[in-house]
Protein backbone atom coordinates (compact mmCIF):
# COMPACT_ATOMS: atom_id res chain seq x y z
CA UNK A 1 0.00 0.00 0.00
CA UNK A 2 1.23 3.88 -0.99
CA UNK A 3 0.03 6.47 1.17
CA UNK A 4 0.90 10.62 0.18
CA UNK A 5 2.10 12.19 3.24
CA UNK A 6 1.14 15.82 4.12
CA UNK A 7 3.37 19.05 3.59
CA UNK A 8 5.00 19.87 5.89
CA UNK A 9 4.88 16.94 7.90
CA UNK A 10 4.80 16.82 11.55
CA UNK A 11 7.41 13.94 13.16
CA UNK A 12 4.62 12.98 15.94
CA UNK A 13 1.94 12.39 13.52
CA UNK A 14 4.42 10.07 11.37
CA UNK A 15 5.51 8.60 14.03
CA UNK A 16 1.80 7.58 14.83
CA UNK A 17 0.87 6.37 11.48
CA UNK A 18 3.88 3.90 12.04
CA UNK A 19 2.45 2.87 14.55
CA UNK A 20 -1.31 1.67 13.72
CA UNK A 21 0.77 -0.15 10.78
CA UNK A 22 2.73 -1.98 13.38
CA UNK A 23 0.23 -2.05 15.83
CA UNK A 24 -1.84 -4.13 12.94
CA UNK A 25 1.17 -6.11 11.57
CA UNK A 26 2.51 -4.19 9.23
CA UNK A 27 5.31 -2.45 7.89
CA UNK A 28 5.71 1.00 6.90
CA UNK A 29 8.89 3.69 5.77
CA UNK A 30 9.18 6.75 4.16
CA UNK A 31 10.15 7.07 0.65
CA UNK A 32 10.92 10.19 -1.25
CA UNK A 33 10.59 10.88 -4.54
CA UNK A 34 10.99 13.42 -7.67
CA UNK A 35 12.62 16.88 -7.49
CA UNK A 36 9.95 18.22 -5.21
CA UNK A 37 10.76 15.70 -2.62
CA UNK A 38 7.22 14.35 -2.35
CA UNK A 39 6.84 11.98 0.84
CA UNK A 40 5.32 8.55 0.33
CA UNK A 41 5.15 6.31 3.01
CA UNK A 42 5.08 2.46 1.48
CA UNK A 43 3.41 -0.32 4.07
CA UNK A 44 4.02 -3.94 3.42
CA UNK A 45 2.69 -6.89 5.56
CA UNK A 46 0.10 -9.80 5.83
CA UNK A 47 -2.65 -8.08 7.58
CA UNK A 48 -5.90 -6.80 7.11
CA UNK A 49 -5.28 -4.38 4.29
CA UNK A 50 -8.55 -2.97 4.08
CA UNK A 51 -8.65 -2.56 8.09
CA UNK A 52 -5.70 -0.95 7.76
CA UNK A 53 -6.53 1.66 4.74
CA UNK A 54 -9.94 2.63 6.79
CA UNK A 55 -7.78 3.58 9.63
CA UNK A 56 -4.57 5.03 8.38
CA UNK A 57 -7.26 7.24 6.11
CA UNK A 58 -7.98 9.05 9.69
CA UNK A 59 -4.74 10.22 10.57
CA UNK A 60 -3.14 13.94 10.17
CA UNK A 61 0.05 12.43 8.46
CA UNK A 62 -2.15 11.19 6.09
CA UNK A 63 -3.18 13.39 2.71
CA UNK A 64 -4.51 10.52 0.11
CA UNK A 65 -3.83 6.64 -0.62
CA UNK A 66 -1.50 6.42 -3.79
CA UNK A 67 -1.86 2.52 -4.34
CA UNK A 68 -3.88 0.48 -2.18
CA UNK A 69 -2.76 -2.59 -2.88
CA UNK A 70 -6.28 -4.27 -3.88
CA UNK A 71 -7.34 -3.72 -0.06
CA UNK A 72 -10.68 -4.65 -0.87
CA UNK A 73 -14.00 -4.28 1.88
CA UNK A 74 -16.03 -6.81 2.05
CA UNK A 75 -19.05 -4.64 0.69
CA UNK A 76 -17.30 -4.34 -2.69
CA UNK A 77 -17.45 -6.36 -5.58
CA UNK A 78 -14.46 -9.26 -6.40
CA UNK A 79 -15.32 -9.27 -9.81
CA UNK A 80 -17.39 -8.24 -12.15
CA UNK A 81 -19.75 -10.84 -12.13
CA UNK A 82 -19.53 -11.06 -8.17
CA UNK A 83 -23.44 -10.55 -7.07
CA UNK A 84 -24.62 -11.58 -3.54
CA UNK A 85 -28.25 -13.02 -3.88
CA UNK A 86 -30.39 -12.62 -0.79
CA UNK A 87 -33.44 -15.26 -0.17
CA UNK A 88 -36.11 -14.18 2.62
CA UNK A 89 -38.97 -16.65 2.00
CA UNK A 90 -40.33 -16.51 -1.15
CA UNK A 91 -38.13 -12.94 -1.89
CA UNK A 92 -35.09 -13.43 -3.72
CA UNK A 93 -33.27 -10.32 -4.69
CA UNK A 94 -29.88 -9.77 -6.53
CA UNK A 95 -28.69 -12.46 -9.16
CA UNK A 96 -31.44 -11.79 -11.99
CA UNK A 97 -34.20 -11.58 -9.74
CA UNK A 98 -36.39 -9.28 -7.98
CA UNK A 99 -39.16 -8.91 -5.17
CA UNK A 100 -41.66 -6.60 -4.03
CA UNK A 101 -42.37 -5.70 -0.60
CA UNK A 102 -45.33 -4.01 0.40
CA UNK A 103 -47.60 -3.05 3.48
CA UNK A 104 -48.66 -0.10 5.96
CA UNK A 105 -45.77 2.45 7.21
CA UNK A 106 -47.30 1.39 10.82
CA UNK A 107 -49.28 -1.40 11.94
CA UNK A 108 -52.75 0.47 13.50
CA UNK A 109 -55.44 -2.72 13.57
CA UNK A 110 -55.61 -6.24 13.18
CA UNK A 111 -58.38 -5.64 10.45
CA UNK A 112 -56.70 -3.16 8.31
CA UNK A 113 -53.40 -5.28 8.39
CA UNK A 114 -54.91 -8.76 6.87
CA UNK A 115 -56.44 -6.73 4.22
CA UNK A 116 -53.60 -5.49 3.30
CA UNK A 117 -51.23 -8.40 3.75
CA UNK A 118 -53.72 -10.29 1.14
CA UNK A 119 -54.12 -7.53 -1.29
CA UNK A 120 -50.29 -7.05 -1.84
CA UNK A 121 -49.97 -10.90 -1.58
CA UNK A 122 -52.64 -11.21 -4.71
CA UNK A 123 -51.26 -8.56 -6.04
CA UNK A 124 -47.57 -10.01 -6.10
CA UNK A 125 -45.65 -8.97 -2.98
CA UNK A 126 -43.82 -11.78 -1.58
CA UNK A 127 -42.50 -9.60 1.78
CA UNK A 128 -45.16 -7.46 4.01
CA UNK A 129 -43.75 -4.32 5.51
CA UNK A 130 -45.46 -3.18 8.86
CA UNK A 131 -43.62 -0.68 11.32
CA UNK A 132 -44.11 -1.52 14.89
CA UNK A 133 -41.57 1.11 16.36
CA UNK A 134 -41.57 4.01 14.22
CA UNK A 135 -38.78 6.97 14.31
CA UNK A 136 -40.73 10.14 14.02
CA UNK A 137 -39.59 13.82 13.50
CA UNK A 138 -41.93 14.74 16.22
CA UNK A 139 -41.75 13.09 19.86
CA UNK A 140 -45.56 13.74 20.22
CA UNK A 141 -46.58 12.06 16.38
CA UNK A 142 -47.47 8.57 16.55
CA UNK A 143 -44.65 6.15 17.50
CA UNK A 144 -46.33 2.81 16.34
CA UNK A 145 -48.19 0.06 18.70
CA UNK A 146 -44.62 -1.54 19.83
CA UNK A 147 -45.57 -5.01 21.31
CA UNK A 148 -49.05 -5.19 20.25
CA UNK A 149 -47.99 -4.16 16.35
CA UNK A 150 -45.41 -7.08 16.60
CA UNK A 151 -48.07 -9.95 17.78
CA UNK A 152 -50.55 -8.76 15.03
CA UNK A 153 -47.50 -9.18 12.31
CA UNK A 154 -46.94 -12.31 13.54
CA UNK A 155 -51.03 -13.19 13.55
CA UNK A 156 -51.20 -11.91 9.85
CA UNK A 157 -47.59 -13.41 8.53
CA UNK A 158 -49.38 -16.99 9.90
CA UNK A 159 -53.05 -16.51 8.00
CA UNK A 160 -51.46 -14.96 4.65
CA UNK A 161 -48.18 -16.69 4.53
CA UNK A 162 -46.06 -13.57 4.19
CA UNK A 163 -43.08 -13.29 5.75
CA UNK A 164 -42.40 -9.86 7.30
CA UNK A 165 -40.03 -6.90 7.48
CA UNK A 166 -40.58 -4.12 10.50
CA UNK A 167 -37.87 -1.68 11.56
CA UNK A 168 -35.59 -2.22 14.33
CA UNK A 169 -34.65 0.85 16.45
CA UNK A 170 -32.36 -0.49 19.34
CA UNK A 171 -29.84 -3.41 19.95
CA UNK A 172 -32.16 -4.59 22.72
CA UNK A 173 -35.04 -5.13 20.60
CA UNK A 174 -33.55 -8.01 18.40
CA UNK A 175 -34.33 -10.85 20.74
CA UNK A 176 -37.89 -9.84 20.69
CA UNK A 177 -38.20 -9.55 17.48
CA UNK A 178 -36.39 -12.78 15.95
CA UNK A 179 -39.73 -14.73 16.49
CA UNK A 180 -41.74 -12.31 14.00
CA UNK A 181 -39.31 -10.29 12.09
CA UNK A 182 -38.05 -12.29 8.90
CA UNK A 183 -35.72 -9.53 7.86
CA UNK A 184 -34.63 -6.58 10.05
CA UNK A 185 -35.09 -3.19 8.71
CA UNK A 186 -32.66 -0.42 9.28
CA UNK A 187 -34.46 2.75 8.90
CA UNK A 188 -33.01 6.04 7.52
CA UNK A 189 -32.07 7.83 11.00
CA UNK A 190 -30.36 4.43 12.15
CA UNK A 191 -28.50 3.80 9.09
CA UNK A 192 -25.18 5.27 10.97
CA UNK A 193 -26.09 3.69 14.08
CA UNK A 194 -23.26 1.20 14.36
CA UNK A 195 -23.91 -0.65 17.60
CA UNK A 196 -27.32 -1.57 16.01
CA UNK A 197 -25.76 -2.36 13.03
CA UNK A 198 -23.33 -4.75 14.50
CA UNK A 199 -25.42 -6.52 16.52
CA UNK A 200 -27.44 -6.93 13.45
CA UNK A 201 -24.39 -8.17 11.76
CA UNK A 202 -24.06 -10.97 14.88
CA UNK A 203 -28.28 -12.09 15.00
CA UNK A 204 -27.70 -13.41 11.32
CA UNK A 205 -30.86 -12.46 9.75
CA UNK A 206 -31.36 -10.79 6.72
CA UNK A 207 -30.80 -7.02 6.45
CA UNK A 208 -32.87 -4.38 5.08
CA UNK A 209 -30.72 -1.22 4.95
CA UNK A 210 -32.28 2.51 4.26
CA UNK A 211 -29.48 5.21 3.35
CA UNK A 212 -29.67 8.37 5.57
CA UNK A 213 -31.13 11.17 4.34
CA UNK A 214 -27.84 13.11 3.80
CA UNK A 215 -25.53 10.20 3.02
CA UNK A 216 -23.13 9.93 0.18
CA UNK A 217 -23.17 6.28 -1.73
CA UNK A 218 -19.57 5.68 0.38
CA UNK A 219 -20.89 6.48 3.88
CA UNK A 220 -24.20 3.95 3.02
CA UNK A 221 -22.16 1.22 2.03
CA UNK A 222 -19.91 1.56 5.17
CA UNK A 223 -22.83 1.51 6.99
CA UNK A 224 -23.36 -1.81 5.42
CA UNK A 225 -19.81 -3.08 6.10
CA UNK A 226 -20.58 -3.03 9.77
CA UNK A 227 -23.06 -5.67 9.33
CA UNK A 228 -20.74 -7.81 6.78
CA UNK A 229 -17.82 -7.53 8.99
CA UNK A 230 -19.78 -9.41 11.81
CA UNK A 231 -20.39 -12.18 9.07
CA UNK A 232 -23.65 -11.68 8.14
CA UNK A 233 -23.98 -10.74 4.12
CA UNK A 234 -27.02 -11.24 3.69
CA UNK A 235 -27.78 -7.17 2.89
CA UNK A 236 -30.16 -5.64 1.02
CA UNK A 237 -29.31 -1.47 0.41
CA UNK A 238 -32.58 0.70 0.06
CA UNK A 239 -32.61 3.65 -1.83
CA UNK A 240 -35.08 6.01 -0.19
CA UNK A 241 -34.05 9.49 -1.45
CA UNK A 242 -32.03 12.09 -0.26
CA UNK A 243 -32.57 15.31 1.24
CA UNK A 244 -32.93 17.98 -1.28
CA UNK A 245 -33.90 21.76 -1.56
CA UNK A 246 -36.91 21.39 -3.62
CA UNK A 247 -40.00 20.26 -1.81
CA UNK A 248 -41.63 19.16 -4.88
CA UNK A 249 -40.99 15.94 -3.66
CA UNK A 250 -40.52 14.55 -0.11
CA UNK A 251 -36.67 13.63 -1.18
CA UNK A 252 -34.88 13.58 -3.97
CA UNK A 253 -34.40 9.28 -5.69
CA UNK A 254 -31.07 9.19 -6.37
CA UNK A 255 -31.32 6.65 -9.29
CA UNK A 256 -27.98 7.58 -10.70
CA UNK A 257 -26.48 5.91 -7.38
CA UNK A 258 -28.88 3.26 -7.53
CA UNK A 259 -26.86 2.55 -11.01
CA UNK A 260 -23.44 3.14 -9.20
CA UNK A 261 -24.05 0.91 -6.61
CA UNK A 262 -24.90 -2.12 -9.42
CA UNK A 263 -21.55 -1.81 -10.49
CA UNK A 264 -19.84 -1.08 -7.27
CA UNK A 265 -21.33 -3.14 -4.38
CA UNK A 266 -21.79 -7.27 -4.59
CA UNK A 267 -24.85 -6.42 -2.31
CA UNK A 268 -28.61 -6.47 -3.82
CA UNK A 269 -30.09 -2.49 -4.24
CA UNK A 270 -33.83 -1.99 -3.81
CA UNK A 271 -36.14 1.21 -4.18
CA UNK A 272 -38.49 2.88 -1.70
CA UNK A 273 -40.30 5.33 -3.94
CA UNK A 274 -42.84 5.98 -1.37
CA UNK A 275 -40.39 7.84 0.77
CA UNK A 276 -39.17 9.91 -2.07
CA UNK A 277 -41.81 10.86 -3.46
CA UNK A 278 -43.86 12.19 -0.15
CA UNK A 279 -47.28 11.52 -2.37
CA UNK A 280 -48.71 8.97 -3.57
CA UNK A 281 -49.60 10.32 -7.48
CA UNK A 282 -45.89 10.34 -7.88
CA UNK A 283 -44.88 6.62 -6.42
CA UNK A 284 -45.72 4.89 -9.40
CA UNK A 285 -43.46 6.77 -11.83
CA UNK A 286 -40.62 6.83 -9.23
CA UNK A 287 -41.06 2.75 -8.72
CA UNK A 288 -40.69 2.28 -12.98
CA UNK A 289 -37.31 4.79 -12.94
CA UNK A 290 -36.27 2.59 -10.29
CA UNK A 291 -36.74 -0.51 -11.76
CA UNK A 292 -35.32 0.56 -15.25
CA UNK A 293 -32.16 1.71 -13.46
CA UNK A 294 -31.69 -1.86 -12.33
CA UNK A 295 -33.11 -2.04 -8.67
CA UNK A 296 -33.89 -5.86 -7.35
CA UNK A 297 -37.02 -4.89 -5.89
CA UNK A 298 -39.53 -1.96 -4.18
CA UNK A 299 -40.56 -0.98 -1.15
CA UNK A 300 -43.81 0.40 -1.23
CA UNK A 301 -46.31 1.67 1.33
CA UNK A 302 -49.99 0.44 1.26
CA UNK A 303 -53.16 0.93 3.25
CA UNK A 304 -56.98 0.22 1.67
CA UNK A 305 -58.03 4.28 3.45
CA UNK A 306 -54.98 5.85 2.76
CA UNK A 307 -56.21 9.08 4.33
CA UNK A 308 -56.77 7.38 7.67
CA UNK A 309 -52.83 6.23 7.69
CA UNK A 310 -51.82 7.14 11.09
CA UNK A 311 -48.45 7.94 9.72
CA UNK A 312 -47.23 9.30 6.41
CA UNK A 313 -50.84 9.32 4.76
CA UNK A 314 -49.99 11.57 2.02
CA UNK A 315 -47.74 9.17 0.28
CA UNK A 316 -49.60 5.96 0.73
CA UNK A 317 -51.08 3.88 -2.30
CA UNK A 318 -54.53 2.60 -2.35
CA UNK A 319 -54.99 -1.18 -3.11
CA UNK A 320 -55.56 -0.98 -6.78
CA UNK A 321 -52.74 1.76 -7.05
CA UNK A 322 -50.42 -1.26 -5.51
CA UNK A 323 -51.82 -3.40 -7.98
CA UNK A 324 -51.09 -1.17 -11.21
CA UNK A 325 -47.15 -0.32 -9.33
CA UNK A 326 -46.77 -4.78 -8.68
CA UNK A 327 -47.55 -5.25 -12.73
CA UNK A 328 -45.85 -2.28 -13.91
CA UNK A 329 -42.53 -3.68 -12.18
CA UNK A 330 -43.45 -7.40 -13.33
CA UNK A 331 -43.48 -6.28 -17.28
CA UNK A 332 -39.89 -4.04 -16.71
CA UNK A 333 -38.54 -7.18 -14.88
CA UNK A 334 -39.24 -9.41 -17.77
CA UNK A 335 -38.69 -7.23 -20.51
CA UNK A 336 -34.87 -7.03 -18.51
CA UNK A 337 -34.65 -10.82 -19.21
CA UNK A 338 -34.30 -10.89 -15.26
CA UNK A 339 -37.13 -12.99 -12.64
CA UNK A 340 -40.31 -11.22 -10.61
CA UNK A 341 -40.13 -13.28 -7.61
CA UNK A 342 -43.58 -14.84 -6.76
CA UNK A 343 -45.34 -16.10 -3.46
CA UNK A 344 -45.96 -20.16 -3.61
CA UNK A 345 -48.85 -21.58 -2.92
CA UNK A 346 -48.06 -22.68 -0.09
CA UNK A 347 -48.76 -20.15 2.94
CA UNK A 348 -45.26 -20.74 4.00
CA UNK A 349 -43.67 -17.49 6.40
CA UNK A 350 -40.14 -17.71 7.76
CA UNK A 351 -39.62 -15.61 11.01
Do not use: W
Not at 8 to 15: K, M, V
Not at 88 to 115: K, M, R, T, W, Y
Request: one cysteine or more.
Amino acid sequence: MLLRLRDPLNPADLDAVCSACEGLGFRARVLTVGERSVQLLEVEGDGDAARLKSVLEDYLAVAGVVDDAGARELVLKAGADSETVVRVGDAVFGGGHAALIGGPCSVQDADSLLEIARAVRAAGATLLRGGAHKPRSSPYAFQGLGADALRLLGDVSAEVGLPVVTEIMEPSDIDGMLDVCAMFQVGSRNMANAPLLRELGKAGKPVLLKRGMAATAREFLLAAEYVLAEGNERVVLCERGIRGFDNATRNVLDVGTVAYLKRTTHLPVIVDPSHAAGRADLVRPLARAGIAVGADGLLVEVHPRPLEARSDARQALGLDAFADVASDMRLLIELDGRHFSQPSSQKTPTP
